[in-house]
């Protein structure tokens, strides 16, 4: 059987169910949203340290083994319990005073059931069938909450967890019995697309830090978007040299195994991408789905110039790719220009890499593309406070205002560029970091990577002007979004499903992998 991965499932039901023994929680919702693949992931996750039982009264064994259990989870057939066949025939085999299963004897058989084993997590689904199933069986029955509340005093006696599956939007009163409450939902955007959220309404013990958990149904199993490290993302020092992803004559890989495929190919070549960046996301966020393209093109021996939004790190990009891509090709076809400085002036324009080899005229003085003018500095585009433009005091100088770039001087860089180096370049280009006639011509600049089989990937925050126009230029348009602790990428165009973002930063190289949300 397999070990259940607990990177994919909610770290704060995790420490519910696995913290004090006897909790009882209610999982509600609509018919589809999840209920029982939820139901079964807890007892999976659950099943290393306890005996597990799944009760159910609609649904016979067979028919769940096939629909809901396969070789990824540690739970089999054994762990099932139908109702209408007999529910003695377990495992654990419990020697039970009674012939058949009433509301009666239901707290005896699970007290019996717990006797017999380790530890038991039990899950009924769902719990209102159950109680009508059971309920017919004599006259006299005691209603619904009634038997929640016997059931809730034996679990936290005995230390017995029991997981109840209840249908609809409104499950009071039983949620004032049990000990948590959490409910999943699912909705669709503006395009059709799924967006599932698990809410968690009240875990008795623990602190609750993000009541929104996005989840994926993918595969038939329940999984939570993991959180997203982003400061993890950069490659360590120590890491082996990038393995470079081919090109084909159509299109320039993302550099990520998971994204080709979803943009038939990867970046179709003499295009540009508008790069979206959702709100409230870590301020180094953009570089999630541009550092991969950035690595590959070197590998690749083709240029790469970074123009990083304004709060970013350049020393980001410089540090990962030193570590991952061989020196010389770093060297000779990696540029960052950095424009954000803090004394009011242009900053120079870095190789990627900084030997003490380079030619004198790349380390001591900036290219005449990004040159120290006189030019006023460009408030027009100014964004939300804490989001746009920046202002640093200086208590010689005053305040100042870092200037942003220029087009006609970035095209000029290219061009020099472009003279030492044939074939296409990569522009990754925060556009809050260039003046507004920069904006004005998106159109000549994508005609521009038209030309010369060049990648242009555009970046936008919340509140950059001019998105509608970056959007009319864009061939490519993907949105990258918060989503609870997580990162959601898809595509506008071409539309894609919403993909989760795990980073896995065990390896020297941090993995990226995208999760289909559906």
């Given at each position: 059987m397999?070990?259940?991965d607990p990177?994919?499932?909610?770290?704060?039901?995790?420490?519910?169910?696995?913290?004090?023994?006897?909790?009882?929680?209610?999982v509600h919702g609509e018919?589809?949203?999840?209920?029982?693949?939820?139901?079964?992931?807890c007892?999976?996750?659950?099943?290393?340290?306890n005996?597990v039982?799944?009760?159910?009264?609609r649904?016979?064994?067979?028919?769940?083994?096939?629909?809901?259990?396969?070789d990824?989870?540690?739970i089999?057939?054994?762990a099932i319990?139908d109702?209408?066949?007999?529910?003695?025939?377990?495992p654990?085999?419990?020697?039970v005073p009674?012939d058949k299963?009433?509301?009666?004897?239901?707290?005896?058989?699970?007290?019996?059931?717990h006797d017999?084993?380790?530890?038991?997590?039990?899950?009924?689904?769902?719990?209102?069938?159950i109680h009508?199933?059971l309920?017919?069986?004599?006259?006299?029955?005691?209603?619904?909450s009634?038997v929640t509340r016997?059931?809730a005093?034996?679990a936290?006696?005995t230390?017995v967890?029991?997981l109840l599956?209840s249908e609809g939007?409104?499950p009071a009163?039983?949620?004032?019995?049990?000990?948590?409450v959490?409910?999943?939902?699912?909705?669709e955007?503006?395009?059709g697309?799924?967006?599932?959220?698990?809410?968690?309404q009240?875990?008795r013990?623990?602190h609750?830090e993000n009541?929104?958990?996005p989840?994926t149904?993918?595969g038939g199993?329940?999984q939570?978007l993991?959180?997203a490290?982003?400061?993890?993302l950069s490659?360590s020092p120590d890491?082996?040299?990038?393995?470079?992803?081919?090109?084909s004559k159509?299109?320039?890989?993302?550099?990520?195994t998971d994204?080709?495929p979803v943009?038939?190919?990867?970046?179709d070549r003499?295009?540009?991408?508008h790069l979206?960046?959702?709100v409230?996301l870590p301020r180094?966020?953009w570089s999630?789905l541009?550092?991969p393209?950035?690595?590959?093109?070197?590998a690749?021996q083709?240029?790469?110039?970074v123009?990083?939004p304004?709060?970013?790190?350049?020393?980001?990009?410089?540090?990962?790719v030193?570590?991952?891509?061989?020196d010389d090709?770093?060297?000779?076809?990696?540029q960052?220009?950095?424009?954000?400085?803090g004394?009011g002036r242009?900053?120079?324009?870095?190789?990627?890499?900084?030997?003490?080899?380079?030619?004198?005229?790349?380390r001591?003085?900036p290219?005449?593309s990004?040159s120290?003018?006189?030019?006023p500095?460009?408030r027009s585009?100014a964004?939300?406070?804490?989001?746009g433009?920046q202002?640093?005091?200086?208590s010689?100088?005053?305040v100042?205002?870092?200037?942003?770039l220029a087009?006609?001087?970035?095209?000029?860089?290219?061009e020099r560029?472009?003279d030492?180096?044939?074939?296409?370049q990569?522009?990754v280009i925060?556009l809050d970091?260039v003046?507004q006639?920069?904006?004005?011509?998106l159109?000549?600049?994508?005609n521009?990577a038209?030309?010369?089989n060049d990648?242009?990937v555009l970046i936008?925050k919340?509140?950059e002007?001019?998105?509608?126009?970056t959007d009319?230029?864009a061939?490519t348009?993907i949105?990258?979004e918060?989503?609870?602790?997580?990162?959601?990428?898809?595509g506008e165009?071409?539309?894609?499903?919403?993909?989760?973002?795990?980073?896995?930063?065990t390896?020297a190289?941090?993995q990226l992998?995208?999760l289909?949300?559906?």
């Amino acid at each position: 059987m397999a070990h259940p991965d607990p990177s994919r499932f909610p770290r704060a039901i995790r420490r519910f169910l696995a913290g004090d023994t006897g909790h009882t929680l209610l999982v509600h919702g609509e018919p589809g949203t999840g209920k029982t693949l939820f139901a079964l992931r807890c007892l999976d996750v659950l099943s290393t340290e306890n005996e597990v039982l799944y009760v159910s009264s609609r649904v016979n064994k067979a028919t769940i083994a096939e629909m809901y259990l396969d070789d990824r989870l540690s739970i089999d057939e054994t762990a099932i319990v139908d109702l209408s066949e007999d529910p003695f025939a377990l495992p654990i085999t419990p020697s039970v005073p009674f012939d058949k299963l009433t509301l009666d004897s239901l707290l005896e058989w699970i007290e019996s059931v717990h006797d017999a084993s380790a530890g038991l997590t039990i899950a009924f689904d769902s719990w209102g069938l159950i109680h009508q199933y059971l309920a017919s069986r004599h006259d006299g029955a005691p209603d619904l909450s009634t038997v929640t509340r016997k059931l809730a005093a034996l679990a936290r006696q005995t230390g017995v967890t029991v997981l109840l599956v209840s249908e609809g939007q409104n499950p009071a009163p039983l949620r004032y019995i049990v000990d948590g409450v959490v409910a999943p939902q699912v909705t669709e955007d503006d395009r059709g697309r799924a967006c599932r959220d698990l809410q968690m309404q009240k875990l008795r013990g623990i602190h609750i830090e993000n009541r929104r958990q996005p989840f994926t149904l993918v595969g038939g199993r329940f999984q939570a978007l993991p959180q997203a490290e982003v400061q993890s993302l950069s490659a360590s020092p120590d890491a082996e040299t990038w393995q470079m992803r081919p090109n084909s004559k159509r299109s320039f890989s993302t550099g990520l195994t998971d994204l080709d495929p979803v943009l038939r190919g990867g970046y179709d070549r003499g295009t540009v991408v508008h790069l979206e960046l959702g709100v409230d996301l870590p301020r180094d966020a953009w570089s999630v789905l541009t550092l991969p393209t950035i690595r590959n093109f070197l590998a690749n021996q083709m240029c790469a110039t970074v123009v990083p939004p304004r709060e970013a790190s350049p020393g980001l990009v410089k540090n990962d790719v030193t570590a991952v891509v061989a020196d010389d090709r770093v060297q000779t076809h990696g540029q960052i220009i950095r424009t954000a400085t803090g004394d009011g002036r242009v900053g120079r324009s870095d190789s990627m890499v900084s030997t003490g080899d380079e030619p004198p005229q790349r380390r001591d003085r900036p290219p005449q593309s990004v040159s120290a003018t006189s030019t006023p500095p460009d408030r027009s585009d100014a964004g939300p406070a804490g989001y746009g433009d920046q202002t640093d005091t200086d208590s010689h100088a005053g305040v100042c205002s870092p200037q942003k770039l220029a087009y006609d001087e970035y095209i000029g860089y290219a061009e020099r560029l472009r003279d030492r180096h044939e074939g296409p370049q990569l522009h990754v280009i925060g556009l809050d970091n260039v003046q507004q006639e920069f904006k004005r011509q998106l159109g000549a600049f994508a005609n521009y990577a038209a030309l010369h089989n060049d990648l242009v990937v555009l970046i936008t925050k919340p509140g950059e002007t001019l998105r509608d126009r970056t959007d009319r230029v864009a061939d490519t348009h993907i949105k990258l979004e918060r989503a609870g602790t997580g990162l959601i990428m898809y595509g506008e165009n071409p539309l894609t499903p919403r993909l989760g973002i795990e980073i896995d930063s065990t390896p020297a190289i941090p993995q990226l992998t995208l999760l289909e949300m559906v």
